[in-house]
């Protein structure tokens, strides 16, 4: 779109309230002296919805980037029938971020990663030399990779051996994107340990995670889809999550909403659900502490090989740091809901009879937490409620179609050091 100018925005340090300029890539107010998330502050108050031919960037207004990049696709909210009825709920809505043509959603990562991918890298500066650094135990590996391959932008990707399955695509990769993983074994805890020795080169520079307002709101467009779409900001917001980031996100747009004024002024309740062995963040929320439990690693291995939904298998999440998910769900009165592998493959199963589209092991943990907040009378039959479901479609995608996967140009051990790890990284980008 030739009158695409970029977002207008200053940063705010949630810890302390002060509001500075963006320098470029801030992932913190270097002069908070405790640890804190930043968030964007928009110029535009009020959200003014574009076209739908701008994809994910029908939200810009409200996305800290600087252009747009191509192939982009926004999150789709729809109204549930089916499950829906099965489950007694007068107004259950599905904010859909995948491949499923017949409801217009067309990600063809088939994940709410590409929310995050397209804003992230449509806030680096079109003329940034370094190479962009992103860690990930799969769906944000292969969103990252398509939206760089797609736009030519440099990416080293790190990913645990084992979850290298994630990685395919409809058709190869430019060469712009490059692969490490940590060996066998492994988990999304070592492929970030691996990322951050590669980042001791000035050669690359890290995407950021949590800290990086663009991941968040990127993640904030399902919730900006949602209430657009609805015409006013639900009672519930349920989701399954690996970080938490995504939830904090739904609570950051939840409070831009309501300044904007037009949607109404409560608060959605976040319901979050991680998958039973790995359930970190609910044992600290349960303990009522700020402060993530002791955690032994290789327990923590174990448990994260055990579940079906890889990617909520994240050891180290923005939990306690001010303005993480602690934080979120107090302000929402919130609440962290564990979800079994059997329950999630019966709400995976049921997801695809009564709505008709395969979804990923994530998002039927999500389904099935609300499938037990129902059951324990926790939602009543007439609340507005916003079903996130991150991923699906894959199946659907993959019909009939030989798929390309992207293989590692090198396999690290997990004792790898600083010294190996920048020199071999850095000869990729020669």
Partial sequence: MEDFKPTSYTLECVATGRTFDDEGWM???????????????????????????????????????????????????????GIAAHLGLENLWITFSGYNPAIGATMTTCSFKETEAYTVCARAADDEQRVLVVASAGNTARAFAKVC????????????????AALWFEEPLDPCVKLI????????????????????????????????????????????????TIGRIPDFYFQAVGSGTGAIAAWEANQRLVEDGRFGSNTMRLMVSQNAPFVPMYDAWRAGSRQMLPYEDDKARRDAEIIDAKVLSNRRPPYGIA???????????????????????????LFRELEGVDIHPAAGVALASLVKAVADGRVAKEATVMLNITGGGEELLQEGKTLWHLRPDIVFPLDASVDEVVGKTEALFA
């Fill in 149 to 164: 391959s797609d736009n030519r932008i440099p990416l080293l990707l790190s990913v645990p051996y084992d979850n290298l």
């Fill in 27 to 81: 992932l913190d107010d270097r002069s908070c002296k405790t640890p804190s998330l930043v968030r964007a502050r928009y110029a535009a108050r009020q959200l003014d919805l574009k076209p739908a031919e701008y994809g994910l960037y029908r939200f810009c207004d409200w996305m800290p980037v600087k252009r747009m990049l191509r192939g982009s696709s926004a999150p789709v909210t729809y109204r549930s029938k």
């Fill in 181 to 228: 993983a940590c060996e066998k074994g492994g988990d999304y805890f070592d492929a970030i340990h691996l990322s951050n020795l590669a980042l001791k080169s000035p050669k690359f520079y890290a995407e950021g995670g949590a800290k990086n307002v663009a991941r968040r709101d990127g993640m904030a467009t399902t919730v900006l889809s949602a209430v657009t």
């Fill in 323 to 349: 303005g993480g998910l602690y934080d979120a769900l107090k302000a929402t009165d919130g609440d962290v809901v564990v979800v079994t592998n059997a329950q999630a493959r019966k709400a995976r199963k």
